[in-house]
């Protein structure tokens, strides 16, 4: 009911709102494969075919609303919470699995990491699944046939985003840190190698369905060739701050606490002896899992919100597990008071935890109260996108084709329904110079093969991509002159089209004030 209240107040529906950039490209997407389209084939993005299957899922649920997609969202993190709770109650008891799962569910309605149909979000249901298959029952083996399907799972993962690799990575280390420790490779290598199965039949089914498409070599250059250079953009030093950014939009006090119990749970592998339980084994891939997220989440060097959601997950079980080991520690004070001091710990451990989520928590509930309240007032209010967009749908026909030139705002083309003339309804990838000299020649042949009806110029608002400032349509000079040969001829070939058949049709009346510009 809480994560209810707080998705509402996130994604209300009463205050004007519309899907942000990425969400606003991956419904694009979703919505275009609804029609017939293929990613990769007919747009360009550099994300897994998974998170636009979801989002065709939840436009079709929706009936090509996308509330249908946050609805999906909304219901498929409430069972994560379900099933991380259920994880936790058998190894914890249920009131630390409790505190754990609300704490989940703050970090999810009322932190900077959530939100806004992003796949990090979807992957983490996938990992909440695959841990209850392995761990729903204690000391209980779990069936081959659930090693596979975690193996599937992890495929789903890993084809969200590239970085779902954490979900491999991860189990592997446990697996062989156990190996090393006990000697039962055969047992544990043919888990693995079930689980290693599962992900290969995924990956092949889904490769197959790509190629039969004709999509494969696309998917390749796009999901794999666009993200190397994605990350090869950025530093060491870059990746360090990321990982404080990401410390801050976890919070400090959560990210603190979340320490300590990553130390205490180390604490207990380490001082493990005898048998080691299915609990110790969960405890060991915790500790091992938190700092893998936290590398790859720093890899690319960029600091985006939603890449340190895959945090969430292992900082949850970790902090639950500490709550449980710090009582432990009482057992060296004097026997009379051994348990209040342990216990006392733990809740100042829960209390540092939550102390930070509890602000933004009261100050999101006063503002959902007040547009509940003021309902008239906040309703008859519409948003930016939506303002664009019903100007496209009046000067266009529902055929038409529309560029949004550059950047990569596809809410404008999803909410209007008409579709992008290009593949690259995200043109970033064009102002790479890896990219632009086989890129902008296949841009400007699709322009050709599909003029379309209107341009919005988002360049006076959409700031800089790689660095350099994104050319405003009206340059009457070729903005990529100092750029290497074959992306300055390319560009140059771009711009001399359009300036060539289409003219100026003045700019949006209302903000961003975008120049416009028509057929000549």
Known sequence: MLLAILWFARFNPIVAFAPGTDSGLYLYIGQQLLKGAMP???????KGPLLYLVNALGLALGAGSFWGVYVLEYCLLAASTVLTYLVLKARVG????????????LEVGVGHIAGDNHEEEYAVVLQCLALFLLFRKPSTEPRLLLWFVSGLLAAGAFFLKPTGLGFWGAPLITVLLICLSTGEWRKWLRRVFVGVAGAAAASAALLVYLAVAGALGLFVADYFGFNFMYVGT????????SIGYGAGQLG??????????????????LRREGERTDGDVLALLTVIWLPVEVVLAATSGYSRVQYYFPWLLPATLLLAFGLVELPKLGRRAPEGRRLSLGWTAAALLAAVAFAGLLTPTATILHNLAGSVLHYRSYSATTSQAEQIAAYVDARTAPGDEVLVWG?????????AERRSPTRYVMQLALYHEGYAASGVPEFLRELKAHPPALILDTSPTYGQAWGVAVPPLAATSNPW????????????????????HYRSAGRLEFTPGWPVYVPR
């Open 40 to 46: 990769y084939r007919d747009v360009f993005d550099n």
């Open 94 to 105: 249920w009131l630390v699995a409790a505190l754990a799962a609300l704490f989940f569910v």
């Open 234 to 241: 950025h530093g060491m030093a870059d990746r360090l701050s």
């Open 252 to 269: 400090y006090l959560a990210v603190a606490a979340v320490l300590v119990a990553w130390m205490l749970t180390l604490r207990r592998v």
């Open 407 to 415: 950047g990569y705002n596809a809410t404008v083309n999803l909410l």
């Open 481 to 500: 002159a100092s750029s290497p040969a074959p992306v300055a001829a390319a560009w140059a070939a771009v711009y001399s089209y359009l300036h060539e």
